[in-house]
């Protein structure tokens, strides 16, 4: 998952473009509302983290300017601004969450994870890579027309990796995902492997297409084949 970092404060960005890296992001940097705004109309990213005092264009210009070019990535504002109409200012302007300065890194990390997998949730109903094909309205899934029996668990981790396609999810993404309020720090990252296991073994039992990537020390993905 790409996640774009509109902050003018440099150290600040750059702790949390090493955080998100740790997780299992890719990040790209922005130092001030136009550069934000030409990465964010110009490139493919699964959240915005946008501070509203931007040198060139502030926060909430950048915000308005996505919305009216129909980019409805998910926008986390972070700033120090916290009054009641700076908040409906920044709702009203398109953002999605709104986190103040100073924050907690765990309270960062929560937002980012609720927004991606709300924005996961709206997506369309058909996805497919390769020979695998997943009906999300009926949260059933094929292989070459016949039908793998997934348990819950197993459809929800290969719905989140297609959703995802060609982008690394951490082993906590996909726990968070899949478990939400009842995610466990220390138990459920070691399901994630038991449940990919469980999974690959029943697309090998109809498919000879080795759909799902392990990255070591991060996590897994599905990459799009030609």
């Given amino acids: 998952m790409r996640i ?20 299992g ?25 946008l501070d509203i005092l931007l040198p060139k264009l502030n926060g909430y210009e950048v915000l308005r300017e996505l919305r009216r070019n129909k980019i409805k990535t998910p926008v986390l504002i972070l700033t120090i601004k916290n009054s009641v109409d700076d908040r409906v200012n920044g709702l009203d302007s398109g953002a999605d969450d709104y986190l103040i300065k100073p924050f907690a890194i765990a309270e960062l990390l929560a937002r980012i994870r609720t927004l991606l997998r709300r924005n996961a949730e709206d997506k369309s109903s ?6 695998l094909v997943l009906d999300t309205t009926k949260r059933e899934a094929f292989i070459n027309n ?6 819950p668990k197993e459809y929800s981790i290969l719905e989140l990796l297609l959703y995802n396609k ?3 999810l951490s ?13 466990d720090l220390f ?8 449940h990919i296991k469980n999974i690959r073994k029943k697309l ?6 080795k759909l799902i990537k392990t990255v070591r020390g991060i996590g897994f993905m599905i990459e799009e084949l030609e």
Avoid: C, H, P
């Fill in 166 to 168: 060609n982008r690394v």
């Fill in 187 to 194: 138990n459920m990252t070691n399901f994630v492997d038991v």
């Fill in 25 to 49: 992001y890719l990040t790209e940097i922005a130092s001030d509302g136009e550069q934000g705004l030409q990465k964010g109309l110009n490139q493919d990213f699964n959240l915005l983290i």
């Fill in 204 to 209: 090998d039992e109809l498919s000879d297409e």
């Fill in 4 to 23: 774009l970092i509109i902050e003018d404060e440099e150290s600040l960005a750059r702790n949390i473009s090493d955080i998100l890296v740790k997780e």
């Fill in 146 to 151: 016949k039908s793998l029996n997934l348990t």
């Fill in 171 to 183: 082993r906590l993404s996909i726990a968070e995902y899949v478990w939400g309020d009842n995610f």
């Fill in 126 to 131: 058909a996805l497919g890579a390769g020979e």
